[in-house]
């Protein structure tokens, strides 16, 4: 590869080429690293709303830093993968306390606040400060991969380091903000995973796939492993007074201070309606009626595990609410911060009473 004319093929594509995105339009390494946390998983197209909104509520290191941690969730709420919203927070509270509100240039200090990986920790950098370090996802590895046909399986940690390196080979000093960022362009719409538009790409006189003709086959990636399945049985309990009971998931683990509906695990063979109600006194002290019919059925993904829940509507007598429960107004729910799928649960009760 001439590396030079490799550079220049890439970055000159990029700049006419680029999509207007409003975290390009910024230098200012916070909210360069508010978009990369909120990218991680996330579609572009979904993420440039969200991005919008949390910067007028969270507009510095100080404003988020400083949040209410019920506030912050509220405005990550349907990003999925909170905890990098509690990470995020939590380091950009370090930065304001101990680095005066600025964002360290430092590669040591900025690598050790929680949160920042490697890739994270390389965009920023190379993004908001133009230091040569390697922003390497899985766009850039898919991309770095087929230009010089490496066989390295993407899916193992221990992979990253070899395209880290591969990176860092072919980096242009003299703009690595570009560079980095054309590399996840051309992954992003050029490069794709299963039809690589080789025709139309920049750099294709300089890929060692594409002359070998082993494009599609590139990059190495094992499969995991299935994911499990859980059927859960969630159900909206209405008190008397029209108040609708909501409980706070645990301060760690899934879903962490997320709020829900009163759900539990359905083992095989249970009457989830009898399940349902010996929890709700169990865990709760209270005594529901629930309708024997389920009302619907949500299925919802992680990277890891699959939920299929029966959803469930009842009735519950109104007690003084535990710790980490709570009655609300049915005006008032949607101003808690819930997980995809009990967003979903209550927009299917709303329908219902509309």
């Not at 909120?38 to 979904?46: A, E, F, G, S, Y």
Request: proline fraction near 5%; charge should be neutral; glycine fraction near 6%.
């Amino acid at each position: 590869m001439n590396v030079n004319k490799f550079q220049q093929d890439l970055v000159t594509w990029y700049e006419a080429e680029k999509r207007d995105l409003p975290w390009r339009r910024e230098r200012d390494p916070y909210k360069i690293w508010v978009s990369e946390i909120m990218l991680q998983q996330t579609r572009v197209d979904t993420v440039i709303p969200f991005f919008h909104r949390f910067m007028e509520q969270f507009p510095t290191v100080e404003s988020l830093a400083y949040a209410d941690e019920e506030a912050v969730m509220k405005a990550w709420e349907g990003l999925g993968y909170y905890s990098r919203a509690r990470n995020l927070q939590s380091a950009v509270r370090e930065v304001a306390e101990s680095y005066g509100g600025t964002v360290p240039a430092d590669k040591d200090e900025f690598l050790s606040l929680k949160g920042v990986g490697p890739y994270t920790g390389g965009a920023v950098l190379s993004i908001a400060y133009g230091l040569p370090e390697p922003a390497v996802d899985g766009n850039v590895m898919r991309v770095m991969s087929r230009l010089l046909a490496l066989w390295d399986d993407i899916a193992k940690p221990a992979s990253r380091k070899v395209f880290e390196q591969a990176v860092r080979h072919v980096m242009y000093e003299k703009d690595p903000s570009s560079f980095n960022q054309a590399l996840m362009e051309l992954g992003a719409t050029v490069c794709t995973p299963t039809s690589p538009a080789c025709l139309l790409c920049p750099v294709q006189n300089h890929c060692e796939a594409f002359e070998q003709g082993v494009q599609r086959e590139l990059p190495v990636k094992t499969k995991k492993k299935s994911d499990k399945k859980v059927r859960m049985g969630a159900v909206v309990l209405q008190a008397p007074d029209g108040t609708v009971l909501i409980e706070k998931r645990p301060k760690k683990g899934l879903l962490a201070n997320l709020w829900q509906f009163p759900n539990v695990e359905l083992p095989v063979g249970v009457n989830p309606r009898a399940a349902l109600e010996s929890f709700i006194q169990a865990e709760f002290g209270m005594t529901a009626q629930i309708q024997s019919e389920k009302s619907t059925e949500i299925i919802h993904v992680f990277s890891h595990l699959t939920w299929e829940i029966d959803v469930y509507i009842g009735t519950i007598e109104l007690k003084s609410a535990k710790d980490r429960t709570k009655f609300v107004s049915k005006e008032d729910v949607e101003t808690y911060a819930f997980s995809v799928s009990h967003q979903k649960i209550w927009q299917h009760v709303k329908g219902m009473e509309a």
